[in-house]
């Protein structure tokens, strides 16, 4: 088995990136596997932002994970700005291999050499794996998070 690469996503890895969304219990629900123009339009728009990063997992040529980098200004803890990972997906085949492990920590590293006060995410409620997953990585239930679907 080779190294993992993680790079900035491009468009040619758009429908593989949407396949890892939508390979999952709650992705299969709110997900498509088809690029679309709303797909197109949020790849775009990720794409053209400086504070977003799409970020994919790369081995032997095939996309094997994602995960979305937002860095967010704030007023609070003394001006400081915090990274935000959402959408962190590993294909069903390659889970519990460590390569979870691997993207996150690579990640929170991106953000600490970004000088990054503090790395936030949130996850469901019903998914008690990536709870212990992402508290053995030293993450902290220290909120409660809402949302309000619009």
């Known amino acids: 088995m080779t190294d993992v690469i993680f790079r900035e996503a491009v468009r040619a890895d758009l429908p593989a990136v949407i396949s890892l969304l939508a390979d999952d ?6 997900d498509f596997t088809e690029v679309d123009e709303a797909y197109e339009r949020a ?3 990720i794409s053209a932002d400086p504070r977003n990063q799409l ?3 790369e081995q032997d040529g095939d996309l094997v994970g994602c995960l979305q980098i937002t860095y967010i200004p704030g007023l609070g803890r003394h001006g400081a700005e915090r990274s935000l990972i959402e959408a962190v997906r590993v294909r069903s085949d390659r889970r519990g ?5 691997e993207l996150m920590t690579w990640a929170i590293d991106q953000a600490r050499h970004r000088g990054c006060a503090l790395v936030q995410l949130t996850t469901d409620k019903s998914r008690a794996d990536a709870h212990r997953f992402y508290l053995g990585l030293g993450f902290v239930a220290s909120h409660e998070g809402m949302k309000l679907p619009l």
Not at 25 to 30: E, I, N, P, S
Not at 97 to 101: A, D, E, S, T, V
């Open 97 to 101: 291999q460590g390569l979870g492990r």
């Open 25 to 30: 219990v709650l992705g299969k629900t709110r």
């Open 43 to 45: 790849f775009a728009d």
């Open 55 to 57: 970020i994919v997992a």
